[in-house]
């Protein structure tokens, strides 16, 4: 880790993924646009800020003998520095998280003024390395807890994949709220782009209307969408990337076409 990959302050280097929808895709975003890009030669690093920690267990094989000090625990609870793990992807490296973090943090929707220095933490030791990496990447869990919003309140870009079905929009009213919190506290925070993702072959509205999402929110619907896709799950078990997995199936060419249409390369 020794090339300054310092870079331009309105571009988009540090990108969390975020949605209150459980299986929409999240996880899987995560993964794949972090695996493409490393595959393309960029330098990136994944944080699993999730402590169910689903990416962290496919991404590290000795995920369950690492104490948590070699996770985001550290930086979390201990102001110690982010522990970076190689991922098994040549330029591919890993934060790993650690069940041991809990959304045990009483927050209200609005941040009192013992707030922002909680919702920082993450921000204040990626600030440390971020320069090392064209990419970062954060994976969040399900829920507007204090571990979502640092992850929010660090991001130059939102991503919020949802499932197109008719749960999807009151989903969205709490995920502006956060939006609206990390902006007060993120004045790097550029973009929001809501990812159509067909993770479940049930319950979909075919196709998609965009009155179901806010009207703030239709100008940032992102023009590639993620189709249901069996090879994603099959990858899945066999702990490999999409692309490497089944580089010709639709979720690959999905994921590829999102990168496109998302970072100028
Ligand atoms: N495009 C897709 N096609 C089929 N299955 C998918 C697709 N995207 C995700 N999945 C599956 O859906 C489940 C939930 O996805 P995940 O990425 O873990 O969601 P989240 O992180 O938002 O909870 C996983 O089992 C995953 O393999
Ligand atoms: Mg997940």
């Given at each position: 880790m020794t090339k300054d990959r310092a870079t331009s302050p309105?571009?988009?280097q540090v990108i969390a993924l975020a949605?209150?929808?459980?299986?929409?895709g999240k996880t899987t975003t995560a993964i794949s646009l972090a695996a493409g890009l490393a595959r393309k030669g960029k330098k990136v690093l994944l944080v699993d800020i999730?402590?169910?920690a689903f990416s962290s267990r496919f991404l590290l094989p000795q995920f369950k003998q690492?104490?948590?000090?070699?996770?985001?625990y550290a930086a979390l609870y201990i102001g110690k520095p982010l522990p970076i793990h190689a991922?098994?992807?040549?330029n591919l490296s890993l934060v790993p998280s650690h069940p041991?973090?809990?959304?045990d943090e009483q927050l209200t929707r609005t941040p009192d003024s013992d707030h922002p220095k909680k919702l920082l933490k993450l921000k204040s030791e990626l600030d440390k390395i971020?320069?090392?990496?064209?990419f970062v990447f954060i994976d969040t869990p399900s829920v507007l807890d204090w571990l979502t919003l640092n992850a929010l309140a660090t991001a130059d870009m939102i991503i919020v994949p949802f499932i197109?079905?008719?749960?999807?929009p009151s989903t969205f009213t709490l995920m502006s709220e956060g939006i609206k919190t990390a902006k007060q506290i993120n004045p790097n925070l550029a973009a929001i782009g809501y990812l159509a993702v067909?993770?479940?072959?049930?319950?979909?509205?075919?196709?998609?209307?965009?009155?179901?999402?806010p009207r703030s929110a239709r100008s940032q619907l992102l023009t590639t969408s993620i189709p249901f896709d069996d090879a994603i799950n099959e990858a899945n078990l066999s702990h490999q990337d999409v692309f490497n997995f089944r580089p010709n199936s639709k979720a690959a060419s999905a994921y590829l076409k999102l990168i496109n249409e998302l970072f100028a390369l």
């Amino acid at each position: 880790m020794t090339k300054d990959r310092a870079t331009s302050p309105d571009r988009i280097q540090v990108i969390a993924l975020a949605s209150l929808q459980g299986g929409s895709g999240k996880t899987t975003t995560a993964i794949s646009l972090a695996a493409g890009l490393a595959r393309k030669g960029k330098k990136v690093l994944l944080v699993d800020i999730d402590p169910l920690a689903f990416s962290s267990r496919f991404l590290l094989p000795q995920f369950k003998q690492l104490p948590k000090e070699e996770t985001i625990y550290a930086a979390l609870y201990i102001g110690k520095p982010l522990p970076i793990h190689a991922a098994g992807l040549a330029n591919l490296s890993l934060v790993p998280s650690h069940p041991v973090i809990v959304s045990d943090e009483q927050l209200t929707r609005t941040p009192d003024s013992d707030h922002p220095k909680k919702l920082l933490k993450l921000k204040s030791e990626l600030d440390k390395i971020k320069q090392h990496f064209d990419f970062v990447f954060i994976d969040t869990p399900s829920v507007l807890d204090w571990l979502t919003l640092n992850a929010l309140a660090t991001a130059d870009m939102i991503i919020v994949p949802f499932i197109p079905s008719y749960s999807a929009p009151s989903t969205f009213t709490l995920m502006s709220e956060g939006i609206k919190t990390a902006k007060q506290i993120n004045p790097n925070l550029a973009a929001i782009g809501y990812l159509a993702v067909t993770s479940n072959s049930s319950a979909i509205v075919q196709p998609f209307d965009q009155k179901l999402l806010p009207r703030s929110a239709r100008s940032q619907l992102l023009t590639t969408s993620i189709p249901f896709d069996d090879a994603i799950n099959e990858a899945n078990l066999s702990h490999q990337d999409v692309f490497n997995f089944r580089p010709n199936s639709k979720a690959a060419s999905a994921y590829l076409k999102l990168i496109n249409e998302l970072f100028a390369l």
